[in-house]
C-alpha cells in the first residue's frame, strides 16, 4: 500500500537523498549541485512553482517521491504537468509506489483540466521505459529534447560577446543609471 501526499519541509533531506541516488543510477553521480536550502527554497518559498509528492508505506517510511511544475502547451491552451524526477527506492520497488505517484499526478491533471503529464526517460532505462508503457503513456520518439548550459549557455545567454565583457558593460550601464 502507498500512502500519497504533499511534500512538507521536513522531507527535504529525504527528497536530496533520493535526488542524490537518481543522478547514481543515471551515471551522473557528480551532477547534483542541489542543497537543502535552495530546495526549501523553490518547493516551501513565497511563491512555489515546483512541487514534490511523497509515497510513503504503511508505516509512514518514505518510499519515494515525485518532483513536478507546470507547463503549458499553446495548442490545446492549458497547463499540463512535467514530470522532472520520480524515483522509488530500489527496495520498495514493485511495491506500486511509482504507480501510485503517477498516478495522482494523473488524476491532478484531470482535476485541475490539464491537457497532459509528460516527463523524459533516459533511451537506456528499459525498466522504466517498460514501466510506463504498461501505464499507457507513449514514447513522443519524433521529439528531441535540446538544452543549452555552462559555457554554451553563457556565451548565448551573453549574446555572443565575451561574458565578462558583457557583464562588466551591464555594470558600466548601472553604474552610470
Given at each position: 500500500?502507498?500512502?500519497?501526499?504533499?511534500?512538507?519541509?521536513?522531507?527535504?533531506?529525504?527528497?536530496?537523498?533520493?535526488?542524490?541516488?537518481?543522478?547514481?543510477?543515471?551515471?551522473?553521480?557528480?551532477?547534483?549541485?542541489n542543497?537543502?536550502?535552495?530546495?526549501?527554497?523553490?518547493?516551501?518559498?513565497?511563491?512555489?512553482?515546483?512541487?514534490?509528492t511523497?509515497?510513503?508505506?504503511?508505516?509512514?517510511?518514505?518510499?519515494?517521491f515525485?518532483?513536478?511544475?507546470?507547463?503549458?502547451?499553446?495548442w490545446?491552451?492549458?497547463?499540463?504537468?512535467y514530470?522532472?524526477?520520480?524515483?522509488?527506492?530500489?527496495?520498495?520497488?514493485?511495491?506500486?509506489?511509482?504507480?501510485?505517484?503517477?498516478?495522482?499526478?494523473?488524476?491532478?491533471?484531470v482535476d485541475?483540466?490539464?491537457?497532459?503529464?509528460?516527463?523524459?526517460?533516459?533511451?537506456?532505462?528499459?525498466?522504466?521505459?517498460?514501466?510506463?508503457?504498461?501505464?499507457?503513456?507513449?514514447?513522443?520518439?519524433?521529439?528531441?529534447?535540446?538544452?543549452?548550459?555552462?559555457?554554451?549557455?553563457?556565451?548565448?545567454?551573453?549574446?555572443?560577446?565575451?561574458?565578462?565583457?558583457?557583464?562588466?558593460?551591464?555594470?558600466?550601464?548601472?553604474?552610470?543609471?
Amino acid at each position: 500500500m502507498s500512502v500519497i501526499r504533499p511534500a512538507a519541509p521536513h522531507d527535504v533531506p529525504a527528497i536530496l537523498q533520493m535526488i542524490h541516488d537518481l543522478a547514481i543510477y543515471e551515471k551522473e553521480p557528480d551532477a547534483v549541485r542541489n542543497t537543502p536550502e535552495m530546495l526549501t527554497g523553490v518547493l516551501f518559498g513565497d511563491d512555489p512553482r515546483v512541487f514534490a509528492t511523497m509515497a510513503e508505506n504503511a508505516d509512514g517510511e518514505v518510499r519515494g517521491f515525485a518532483l513536478w511544475f507546470l507547463n503549458y502547451s499553446t495548442w490545446e491552451g492549458v497547463h499540463g504537468i512535467y514530470l522532472e524526477d520520480l524515483y522509488v527506492r530500489p527496495e520498495a520497488r514493485g511495491e506500486g509506489h511509482g504507480k501510485a505517484l503517477l498516478q495522482h499526478l494523473a488524476a491532478t491533471a484531470v482535476d485541475r483540466g490539464y491537457a497532459r503529464v509528460e516527463w523524459s526517460v533516459l533511451d537506456w532505462n528499459e525498466p522504466s521505459i517498460n514501466f510506463y508503457k504498461k501505464l499507457g503513456a507513449a514514447p513522443m520518439d519524433e521529439w528531441s529534447t535540446f538544452r543549452l548550459t555552462g559555457a554554451a549557455l553563457e556565451a548565448f545567454g551573453g549574446y555572443g560577446a565575451d561574458l565578462d565583457d558583457f557583464r562588466a558593460g551591464v555594470r558600466e550601464e548601472a553604474s552610470r543609471g
